[in-house]
């Protein structure tokens, strides 16, 4: 049987991975092993219960759920490999020992801790497996610009809340074999992005046009297209663009690659929010990195909306200023139109995502409906498409 003293001492003298001690899940376990050492049979009871409550929560196989950690934890090692710095024999040394003591601790099955509580009523179990962290951990670490590691190990979708990259837990899981029509228009973005993907040099993409003509919808879909080739989504809004150096910052050495997508850009004619836009549009030394590249949706051309009074203002050179708001989104490398679509194309996406959402209706009478829908919601478009889909489809017995 493991030696639990032994166990709890080498935890003791984790540096790479002493952050994952604060996982709620090992935290109860270590509590268990504690209880033991000092001969709390009760409290040990208690804690093994709430631990393997905790762990059910994410996976019935503790080892599992221990390499899990041990692959997203974000530490001087990763981040070094991340960067492509030397790690040192030292570090190296210390990450192979750590790794033995992550794979020990993974491998202390349920039966020891149960036999040393001495209860013999029931009490809940987990698995474990043989598996060898050092090997895995290896695999993961050439294989970085994939997988990443922290929190954009677990997640592929992040927000920017108080200053801080926050990653979203349940992000639109749209993919592009649901989105039809615009192929065309698909292909100029899906193109520039698999060349960030691999190293190249990437556009900066303005997506304009018409509402409701799945410009957002494609890039999302993208983003999750293609997550596991290390793509990872940011998305901010227009009152956070003074964020966009914090980002650059905190990614630029990142190996994944990064999209910060802006949904629904526009600006007033005396907007100081285009500033921080135009400097990483422009390629200022502060606001740039390889690993990144600029999205945004508008369904205005020239970003700025302008006013006819404000041609009509007192200031001596507003010609230039007006040239300079409205050349705003020439600086995008590559700007893609989305055309509100002709009946043809509106029924073409009426008619493949009834076949999604496998409807069972005549397509004359489909398309009937579908053109009194769009009339009703004033105009066609692939959103309209879908809210009539999505409401047939909820209406059927």
Request: glycine share 6%; aromatic share 10%; net charge negative.
């Amino acid at each position: 049987m493991i030696d639990i003293k032994l166990m709890m001492q080498k935890l003791d003298t984790l540096v790479l991975f002493r952050d994952v001690k604060k996982d709620r899940v090992i935290s109860l376990m270590i509590r268990t092993m504690d209880d033991l050492v000092r001969g709390d049979r009760q409290a040990a009871l208690k804690d093994y219960c709430s631990f393997t409550a905790e762990l059910y929560s994410e996976s019935e196989s503790l080892t599992l759920y221990v390499l899990r950690l041990v692959l997203e934890n974000e530490n001087i090692y990763m981040l070094r490999k991340g960067e492509g710095v030397d790690t040192g024999w030292l570090i190296e040394e210390c990450l192979a020992n750590e790794l033995y003591t992550m794979e020990e601790l993974s491998r202390i099955s349920c039966e020891e801790l149960i036999e040393r509580i001495g209860y013999d009523g029931f009490m809940p179990r987990y698995e474990i497996e043989a598996l060898d962290f050092s090997k895995i951990y290896a695999e993961r670490v050439m294989q970085i610009g994939q997988y990443g590691y922290g929190i954009y190990a677990k997640y592929h979708v992040f927000i920017v809340t108080d200053g801080e990259i926050v990653p979203v837990e349940y992000p639109d899981d749209i993919r592009l074999s649901q989105l039809s029509g615009y192929e065309q228009e698909r292909a100029e973005v899906i193109a520039n992005t698999m060349a960030l993907i691999k190293g190249k040099p990437a556009n900066n993409v303005l997506l304009y046009g018409d509402c409701g003509t799945g410009k957002s919808s494609a890039v999302k879909a993208i983003a999750n297209e293609y997550a596991d080739k290390g793509l990872r989504l940011i998305e901010l809004k227009k009152k956070q663009l003074h964020e966009i150096p914090n980002i650059v910052k905190h990614i630029s050495r990142n190996p994944l690659k990064f999209i910060v997508f802006i949904d629904d850009l526009s600006f007033t004619e005396d907007d100081d929010d285009y500033a921080a836009l135009k400097a990483i549009l422009e390629g200022s030394v502060s606001s740039t990195a390889a690993n990144l590249v600029i999205y945004a949706t508008s369904n205005r051309r020239h970003l700025v909306r302008e006013t006819f009074s404000a041609r009509e203002g007192d200031e001596v050179h507003r010609n230039d200023t007006m040239q300079e708001q409205l050349s705003l989104s020439e600086r995008f490398g590559l700007r893609v139109l989305f055309r509100k679509p002709d009946k043809q194309l509106y029924l073409s996406v009426v008619k493949d995502l009834a076949a999604q959402y496998e409807l069972n209706i005549p397509q004359e009478e489909l398309f009937l409906r579908a053109e009194q829908f769009a009339l009703a919601r004033g105009g066609r478009s692939p959103r309209a498409a879908k809210q009539f889909v999505e409401f047939l489809k909820g209406s059927e017995e």
